[in-house]
């Protein structure tokens, strides 16, 4: 339930006070707004007192809102990157520092999500300032963009204030293998990593009927008898999204859900538009295949997403994956170029004791690994979880049974 409110909720005092600054959260559309979403109610769920500080881009959005369980401060801030480029990169107003400190000196611990952002290094700097335990969550790398001044921006911001966020903080949750290696690159110890699955509700996210499809396509206005290849993720270079159209052919549509500038009209695929959590639960469960071939990724949330929904992956091949002994029969890990994608689809859907399989093992990946359940104690105040405690051993006798 959300309820506009004039202030926010007080912490008690009888539990851990929690802030948590993210550069964006709801109702803006993307991968850490769901995961701030999840961390906020799961913490306050366990009796924790919890308060999200974001960025307010549009006039009409609340400036504080009561959520599921915590409150949400929305500080007013430019976003003309996005407008333009594409890059989410807010701006908040002066005000911001004055607001961000009273509610830092009323909380007992703070979370911050990725250093790039003025609101995250505001943030370290004012919970340094009065001493309140720092927590980091790193969500990715150096970012793949067309744009040089991008990749030129990315570079000198880790690599002058990511490095004094990383140094303050006393724990940095990353999602993945490719960012923990992006860390130790820039000197963060493996002592500080927490690696885990940031997590999805399996409970939610989960195989549709034949009946189900079939309402979701015909919402869509999908064909009811052409495979479905399925893409999401923001109009970017760094998704892949160029390779994934190259692939295209008359044996299967690709479909595309969220935000960005459309390239304009492309045989054979459909672009959908940013989509909400429930459309885009419907979505999965209507198509055939799910293709992420971005560079730099893995193990994203949309993947986990579909593979909960039992969606077979076909995604851009890496070497850290090899770290995860994941089963290459299970899931499809090709060069992100388009004849590679094509055979991928081709050889998937041409073959149903393959595809059923995939399928499968896509459910059994997320209900293993990835369930929010499971993970949320890496995201709880005070836990010392080492990333040398998670596991990635896939039980021979589970595979068996595929």
Not at 39 to 67: F, N, W, Y
Not at 291 to 312: H, K, S
Not at 339 to 348: S, V, Y
Not at 368 to 395: E, G, Q
């Amino acid at each position: 339930m959300r309820t506009k409110s004039n202030t926010p909720r007080a912490f008690s005092g009888n539990a851990s006070s929690v802030l948590i600054v993210s550069a964006f959260a709801h109702p803006h559309i993307g991968g850490i707004e769901v995961i701030v979403a999840q961390q906020a109610r799961s913490l306050a769920a366990h009796g924790h007192e919890v308060i999200v500080v974001t960025s307010r881009c549009a006039a009409d959005e609340p400036a504080i809102e009561d959520m599921d369980g915590y409150t949400m401060v929305r500080i007013m801030a430019w976003n003309p990157l996005e407008k333009r480029f594409g890059v989410p990169f807010p701006v908040w107003n002066p005000g911001a520092v004055r607001r961000l400190a009273g509610l830092m000196r009323r909380c007992d611990i703070v979370y911050v999500h990725d250093v790039y952002y003025v609101s995250s290094v505001l943030a370290a700097i004012l919970a340094r300032r009065y001493r309140r335990p720092l927590n980091i969550t790193q969500h990715v790398g150096i970012v793949e963009h067309d744009k040089k001044f991008v990749k030129l921006a990315q570079k000198i911001v880790y690599g002058s204030a990511g490095r004094a966020l990383w140094r303050w903080a006393e724990t940095i949750t990353v999602y993945n293998r490719i960012v923990e290696d992006f860390l130790h690159g820039h000197g963060v110890t493996s002592g500080k990593i927490r690696l885990t699955y940031n997590g999805i509700d399996t409970n939610y996210l989960r195989p549709g009927t034949g009946d189900e499809a079939l309402l979701a396509r015909q919402r869509y206005g999908l064909s009811p008898d052409v495979p479905i290849v399925l893409s999401v993720g923001r109009l970017v270079p760094k998704k892949g999204l160029q390779a994934l159209l190259d692939a295209r052919g008359p044996e299967y549509e690709i479909v595309h859900a969220g935000p960005g500038s459309i390239p304009g009209d492309v045989p054979g695929v459909r672009f959908l538009g940013p989509l909400d959590r429930r459309e885009l639960r419907d979505l999965y469960q209507a198509c055939d295949l799910f293709a992420f071939p971005a560079v730099g990724e893995m193990l994203t949330l949309v993947m986990q997403e579909a593979m909960a929904c039992g969606l077979p992956v076909v995604a851009a091949a890496d070497e850290a994956y090899s770290r995860y002994d994941l089963d290459p029969v299970g899931i499809a890990l090709v060069d992100p170029e388009p004849d590679r994608l094509r055979n991928a689809f081709l050889e998937i859907l041409g073959d149903p004791a393959r595809l059923e399989y995939m399928r499968k093992y896509s459910r059994w990946l997320a209900e293993d690994r990835f369930d929010w359940a499971k993970n949320v104690i890496a995201h709880a105040p005070a836990n010392r979880l080492s990333a040398n405690s998670v596991t990635y051993d896939v039980p021979e006798s589970t595979l068996a049974q595929l």
